[in-house]
């Protein structure tokens, strides 16, 4: 029986479903398939949601294979039981959409709310895996002083040109990935009205890259740092020289979650400053209560 239930295991997984040059699975993966597959992973496109996967059922679908590369959260490298991503998207997303993917924006949500905007283009790049085990040891090892667990599904990169997390996020305990253009999602974030190649410009385009996948501005954007437009803009509430040495680099404030920004030029954190200051006259708060007085 117990030889039996193995086989068919094994097949279920092994055999069958892998289109004609594909690879197939190696053997060793039904033994260490996902930590928890019972973890859902939703698929959206424009906000409707058009697929719900557990990672047992997508680990079933698409053989997993284990990645290893240096890890920027852990500092070192690291090895995960992964789903190729190009995989994952084209069974998630197969019949929703007509276009190809590459030429999607996406969206990447976290558990705790951190929401990275992502180009096609990008998250297509071979070397994309959604990790959902760590081989280096049993659960998954924590993240740094605040000590993450980056599971049940945590997005790494596997070359050696793929390790910079700005270019390449790895957000932990994935939990939406979303097909959407950032405009339409993030509509009150834009400096509207400043002319293309304005400093306010510059620091949206900045700012989209590098911080709305944390902060919000309008309430529009991440949420594991705080909201920065509403009700108080930054630029009205701290002098614009901290704003500036905060930025580049926060752990000479406090320890907290936010990365530093060393490689930030005068430039850069003048159009970062610049647009702080355009939106903070372009406000927009759906939460907003006139009659909640302290
Ligand atoms: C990984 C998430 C993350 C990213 C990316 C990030 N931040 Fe932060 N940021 C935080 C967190 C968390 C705090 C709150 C820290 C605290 O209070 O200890 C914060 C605080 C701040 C503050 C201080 C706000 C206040 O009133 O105290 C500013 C200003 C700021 N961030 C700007 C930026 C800018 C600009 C970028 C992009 C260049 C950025 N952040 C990128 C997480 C992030």
């Not at 930054?234 to 920004?261: C, D, G, K, W």
């Amino acid at each position: 029986m117990r030889a039996l239930c193995l086989a068919l295991a094994l097949c279920l997984g092994a055999c069958g479903l892998h289109p004609p040059g594909t690879s197939a699975p190696d053997a060793g993966r039904v033994a260490a398939a996902a930590q928890d597959p019972d973890a859902r992973l939703e698929f959206r496109v424009d906000g409707r949601t058009v697929r719900v996967l557990t990672l047992g059922e997508l680990t079933a679908l698409i053989g997993p294979e284990t990645v290893e590369n240096f890890d920027g959260y852990y500092h070192r490298a690291k090895r995960f039981r992964a789903l190729r991503l190009d995989r994952v998207l084209a069974e998630a997303f197969g019949g929703a959409v007509r276009e190809p993917l590459r030429t999607r924006q996406f969206l990447l949500r976290a558990r705790d709310g951190y929401t990275v905007p992502i180009s096609g283009e990008r998250l297509l790049e071979p070397g994309a895996y959604l990790a959902v085990r760590d081989l280096d040891r049993p659960g998954w090892e924590p993240i740094g002083p605040q000590r993450a667990n980056p599971g049940p599904a945590y997005l790494v990169w596997r070359e050696p040109s793929q390790v910079d997390l700005e270019t390449h996020p790895r957000p932990w305990q994935l939990a939406v990935i979303e097909i959407a253009r950032f405009e339409a999602v993030f509509p009150h974030t834009a400096p509207a009205g400043e002319p293309d190649g304005s400093p306010a410009r510059r620091g949206y385009a900045i700012f989209t890259d590098l911080c709305i996948r944390c902060h919000a501005i309008n309430r529009e954007g991440g949420r594991v740092g705080p909201e920065l437009n509403v009700p108080q803009g930054v630029t009205e509430y701290r002098p614009e020289a901290q704003i500036r040495a905060y930025i580049r680099n926060p752990l000479t404030f406090r320890y907290s979650a936010m990365p530093a920004h060393p490689h930030l030029g005068d430039g850069d954190l003048d159009g970062l400053i610049a647009y702080f200051r355009a939106m903070a006259l372009r406000k927009h708060d759906p939460d907003a209560r006139p009659d909640a007085g302290p």
